[in-house]
C-alpha cells in the first residue's frame, strides 16, 4: 500500500459534503470555527472567490481546494460587482444549497469537513499547512470536476449507500490533495506527504511499512543512500519535522489504530511500534494525544 493511501486509511476519517455554494455580487458566507476533531475544506468549481482568514486572505479559482485543518473560523467573498446580497439556503435532499439571492450564481463551491478522531487523525492533521491551498489549476481539473460531480449526484440522490460513496469520494479528494506538488509550501509551510525527492520517499514508505523497526539515522541514510549530514538536511527541508519526530509521530499513528483495532495488551503494541519500555510508550502516547493508552481505547470503544 502506498504512503497516503495508508495514512488515511490509519486516520479513520469521515468526510462528507456540507452544502454546496451558489454565490453571484458581491457576496459573503460566514463560516465560524469547527469543532475539535473537524477539519473543514472547500472545492471551487467555477468562478472565483477569495477565502479570507483572521491573518491571510486567499484568492481561489476553479480547481482549487483549501483545506483547514486546524477548524479555524473563516469567510467566503465573491469577486463580483453589485450590491451585496442575502445569502439563503435552500433544504437539499442530503445538504443545503446556498445561493445569493436574486442573482444569477458566479461561483459554484463545494462546502465539506472531515471529521477525525483524537488519534491517528488528529496526528496526521496537525502535520499538515493550515491552510493548506492546493491548486489543480484548469488543464489538470477534469479529474477533480468528475469527482465533484460524483459528489453532487450522490449527496443529491441520497439513495441506499449514499453516506459511503460520498465518504470515499471524499477521501479521493483528499488522497489528491496530499499528493499533489502544486502550491506544496505556503507561508513557510511544508505538505511532507508531497514530498517529490524518491530517497526521502523511500524512507517514508519504510517507515509506515514498519514502524517498529529499530530505526537509526544512519539506517535511514543508508537507504536514501545519502551522508547522515544530508539525510538530516534534505528531510528536515522537504518535511518540515526532524527525523525523530516524523519517527514518532507515525509510530503513535499506527498505535492509535492497534488500540482501537484490537484488544491486544498495552505492551504488546508498545512493542509492535518499536518501544521495549511500556512505560516510554505510555509518555509518548500521552505528549502525542493528551490521553494515555488505555484511555484512548476506552474511549475510542465507547464512540
Known amino acids: 500500500m502506498d504512503s497516503i493511501s495508508h495514512l488515511i486509511r490509519l486516520a479513520r476519517l469521515r468526510g462528507g459534503i456540507d452544502k454546496r455554494c451558489l454565490l453571484a455580487g458581491n457576496s459573503t458566507l460566514d463560516n465560524p470555527v469547527r469543532p475539535a476533531g473537524e477539519a473543514p475544506f472547500h472545492l471551487l468549481l467555477e468562478g472565483g472567490c477569495t477565502l479570507e482568514l483572521a491573518d491571510r486572505s486567499i484568492d481561489l479559482r476553479p480547481g482549487d481546494v483549501v483545506l483547514l485543518p486546524r477548524g479555524a473560523a473563516h469567510r467566503v467573498r465573491t469577486l463580483g460587482v453589485g450590491r451585496p446580497g442575502p445569502v439563503v439556503e435552500d433544504a437539499g435532499v442530503a ?152 519517527l514518532t509521530r507515525i509510530r503513535m499513528m499506527t498505535a492509535a489504530e492497534l488500540l482501537t483495532g484490537g484488544d491486544r495488551p498495552v505492551a504488546a503494541v508498545a512493542a509492535e511500534v518499536g518501544y521495549r519500555s511500556e512505560s516510554a510508550f505510555g509518555r509518548a502516547f500521552r505528549t502525542a494525544t493528551a490521553t494515555t493508552p488505555a484511555r484512548f481505547r476506552r474511549n475510542a470503544a465507547r464512540s
Open 95 to 246: 445538504f443545503p444549497t446556498a445561493r445569493s439571492q436574486g442573482a444569477e450564481s458566479e461561483i459554484d463551491l463545494f462546502c465539506g469537513h472531515y471529521a477525525f478522531g483524537p488519534g491517528a487523525g488528529g496526528l496526521l492533521f496537525e502535520t499538515l499547512p493550515d491552510p493548506l491551498h492546493v491548486s489543480f489549476g484548469a488543464e489538470s481539473s477534469e479529474p477533480v470536476r468528475m469527482l465533484s460531480a460524483l459528489m453532487r449526484s450522490e449527496a443529491q440522490n441520497d439513495g441506499p449507500g449514499t453516506e459511503a460513496i460520498v465518504i470515499s469520494l471524499c477521501d479521493a479528494l483528499l488522497a489528491m490533495v496530499l499528493r499533489s506538488t502544486s502550491n506544496r509550501r505556503l507561508a513557510g509551510d511544508t505538505l511532507w506527504t508531497a514530498v517529490d525527492d524518491e530517497r526521502l520517499r523511500t524512507v517514508i514508505d519504510a517507515v509506515l511499512r514498519d514502524p517498529g523497526h529499530d530505526w537509526t539515522i544512519a539506517g535511514f541514510a543508508r537507504l536514501a543512500s545519502m551522508s547522515r549530514a544530508t539525510f538530516i538536511r534534505h528531510f528536515t527541508r522537504a518535511t518540515g519535522m526532524t527525523v525523530g519526530d516524523f
